[in-house]
């Protein structure tokens, strides 16, 4: 596809000084176009309108323009509603009592968190493999809201441990494994953001970055199962493929409250890809300003 693309549309940059694949698109539709030739050849080939479709900067931002609110304004109505129903209308847990309603903040975050990865490892997948030119852009803007995910549930299970186990923190397998992943979240925020600043790195500072997001996708499964390899105060998972053993009073709120937040997760993340968009698209400006 890269090579499509540069038939069409030739980078002005010198190949030595190209940043990494997600750069150098935004840059060569921002060439293309200040040169006032109308749309680039290589959005009407036929290969184009496959996976890569949207690789394309300003066809991408034109579908953000309108879901990125959709999704938020969705996800604000359905989480609130959601955590009102939770807080003000379900009943006390018959062994827990009234500190089961931090079961609605705490179980979407703790989902997010893994979903945020999951969505860094993807995305690196698909940068490293089919060099996918907006994969490393969604891979970055994810890493943000998801270690916000995680550090909320951290939290929010250190003041639901207290009243229950007695206790604001134990070393078990699920709370170490998922501070392990706030960590990881940190080490992949300053590397991305060194790889970004650091332009002569080029592609190879991008590649080191997914290969880190697709390594550190080997703790999921641990913080999944954390709770059957080793003995653990936290409760085994109450949510599995075909059943639950939560009382639907608790879990339609539960799974809407989830549903608004992933929501909001998505508009967050589309936000920020927008925003790097045009980080890169006004850098490529003074590029061609200083290259003029």
């Known amino acids: 596809m890269h090579g499509n693309w540069q038939q069409g549309c030739r980078p002005l940059i010198p190949k030595a000084k190209r940043p990494f694949p997600a750069v150098l698109l935004a840059l060569d539709l921002a060439q293309w176009q200040s040169r006032g030739a109308g749309p680039c050849p290589v959005e009407k080939d036929p290969k184009f309108n496959n996976m890569h479709g949207f690789a394309n900067p300003a066809r991408f931002l034109r579908l953000a323009r309108w879901l990125m609110p959709l999704l938020l304004g969705v996800g604000l109505v359905l989480a609130f509603g959601a955590l009102a129903w939770g807080l003000l209308m379900v009943p006390p847990d ?4 009234q500190t089961v309603r931090i079961l609605f903040i705490h179980v979407p975050c703790a989902w997010l ?4 990865w999951s969505t860094i490892a993807v995305s690196s997948l ?11 852009i969604a891979a970055r803007a994810a890493a943000v809201p998801g270690a916000v995910f995680t550090a909320m549930c951290l939290i929010t299970g250190s003041i639901w441990a207290r009243p229950t186990w007695g206790t604001w923190w134990v070393w078990d397998g699920r709370l ?4 392990i992943l706030l960590f990881l979240y940190f080490g992949y925020i ?4 060194a790889a970004q600043r650091d332009a002569a790195a080029g592609s190879g500072a991008s590649r080191v970055t997914a290969i880190f997001g697709m390594v550190g996708a080997i703790n999921i499964p641990i913080i999944n199962r954390s709770v ?4 653990s105060l936290h409760q085994p998972a109450s949510i599995t493929l075909g059943k639950s053993a939560i009382d639907a009073t608790f879990l339609w709120p539960l799974l809407i409250g989830a549903l608004g937040f992933s929501c909001i997760f998505g508009g967050v993340v589309l936000a920020r890809m927008r925003t790097l968009l045009a980080d890169i698209q006004a850098e490529a400006r003074l590029r061609r300003k ?3």
């Open 94 to 97: 018959r062994l827990m009592g």
């Open 113 to 116: 968190g893994m979903a945020g």
């Open 126 to 136: 698909v940068e490293l493999v089919w060099r996918h030119p907006l994969a490393a």
């Open 176 to 179: 170490t494994s998922y501070l």
């Open 190 to 193: 300053a590397l991305a953001g």
């Open 228 to 231: 059957v390899w080793w003995n």
């Open 290 to 292: 200083a290259m003029a």
